[in-house]
């Protein structure tokens, strides 16, 4: 991690997490380590997709779930869309059952309910409401981001009853504007949903016809636009291609690779009031 991140490296049950101060609830953000896969998927490999063996990955859930303290998680399909679904305990599975359900988003006000996004490189970002005690984990690739899940996740939150001021975000570990190198549909797209605000979060590539582009700094945007305040919104520095001994990287990794994943719940009796 870059000496600068604000996000809190602690080990819970032999299993690293990176953790926001400004969440309150169970939550963590996972690294490549304390798990059981090997090969290219060594250590704490969590997806279920890439060609690891099925029981190294269940041990490695429940690693993670034994670290929150957990017993209920729930996936979805991610399609790097806006689409943020809510869920309940009748959405949760286990590793290798079907999903039934495609999106990027999940929100939730049911305590004891673990809300799963996977990352190798897009932007993972958790929310939580501790007054309306609610809660969203969003899976930011670049269309996403662009088509503003995260506005979509703060409005999903708002229909449960969160006060976009009340809410507290943390934008994890991902691509650094240093290493996402893009042609030029990405700040394009950018600058289409957010005006000229949005050439902040561009600059030149290396080669004429190429951009950095800061996804992380887009979703903050966005965020702020949602009505959170600039307080309540913590963002990890590490890069992800950057740190890929640390953390999954497809571009590091040329696609052989596992995924991380962040993690929050309500804790047990924080019901919505």
Excluded at 211 to 227: S, T
Excluded at 247 to 265: E, K, P
């Amino acid at each position: 991690m870059t000496t600068s991140e604000c996000f809190t490296r602690t080990v819970r049950g032999g299993l690293p997490l990176l953790t926001a101060p400004n969440i309150s609830a169970p939550h963590g953000f996972t690294t490549r380590e304390g798990g059981v896969s090997e090969g290219i998927f060594a250590s704490l490999n969590l997806a279920e997709n890439r060609g690891d063996d099925p029981e190294r990955v269940r041990e490695n859930y429940r690693r993670l779930k034994s670290a929150l303290g957990l017993r209920r998680l729930c996936f979805t399909k991610q399609v790097h869309g806006n689409e943020v679904r809510r869920v309940t305990s009748a959405d949760a599975r286990e590793p290798y059952e079907p999903n039934a359900y495609a999106c990027d988003g999940l929100v939730t006000d049911e305590p004891g309910l673990g809300l799963v996004v996977f990352t190798a490189d897009c932007i993972p970002i958790l929310l939580h409401d501790p007054a309306g005690r609610v809660i969203a984990a969003v899976h930011a690739g670049w269309r996403g981001t662009v088509a503003d899940i995260a506005g979509a996740a703060v409005a999903a939150m708002a229909r449960l009853g969160s006060d976009p001021a009340d809410i507290r975000a943390a934008i994890g570990p991902g691509i650094s504007r240093c290493c996402f190198e893009t042609n030029d549909d990405v700040p394009k797209a950018v600058l289409a949903v957010l005006g000229g605000e949005g050439r902040a979060f561009i600059s030149a590539g290396k080669v004429p016809g190429k951009y950095f582009v800061d996804l992380k700094g887009v979703n903050r945007a966005l965020l702020l636009r949602a009505g959170l305040r600039a307080e309540h919104i913590a963002v990890s520095d590490t890069c992800t291609v950057c740190r890929a001994d640390l953390f999954w990287s497809h571009r590091a990794t040329g696609g052989r690779r596992g995924s991380q994943a962040s993690v929050i719940a309500l804790a047990d009796g924080e019901a919505a009031v």
